[in-house]
């Protein structure tokens, strides 16, 4: 079965930056799509950050505003999420969901964010 795991998360000052991981297995990874997500608070909406595309095109949502980028290497099945210039604002748990064309969505459980002085 498909299975995404994230990982990297952790604590990090305003400002600062963190690199998250989303490793996909159980399936052909460069045929799917990547889309980050993340959720600020418990019971708020899932909201998109980003998304590499199978060709690595790569799309962002305005807030991100050049912070961000999405990478993928294909050849470790992982997806990338280099995050700088963090802001409070940023705290969140991180999800990735691999899209298959046929096989359809898969998610992983997700990482913490903690951005804090």
């Known amino acids: 079965q498909v299975q995404v795991v994230e990982s990297g998360g952790g604590l990090v000052q305003p400002g600062g930056s963190l690199r998250l991981s989303c490793v996909v297995s159980?399936?052909?990874?460069?045929?799917?799509?990547i889309d980050w997500y993340r959720r600020q608070a418990p019971g708020k909406q899932l909201e998109l950050v980003g998304?590499?595309?199978?060709?690595?095109?790569?799309i962002y949502e305005d807030y991100v505003n050049g912070r961000f980028t999405i990478s993928r290497d294909n050849a470790r099945n992982t997806a990338y999420l280099q995050m700088n210039n963090l802001k409070v604002q940023d705290t969140a748990v991180y999800h990735c969901?691999?899209?298959?064309?046929?096989?359809?969505?898969?998610w992983g459980q997700g990482t913490q964010v903690t951005v804090s002085s």
């Open positions: 998304f590499i595309s199978r060709t690595g095109a790569t």
């Open positions: 969901n691999a899209r298959h064309p046929h096989e359809g969505d898969f």
């Open positions: 159980g399936t052909v990874f460069s045929d799917n799509q």
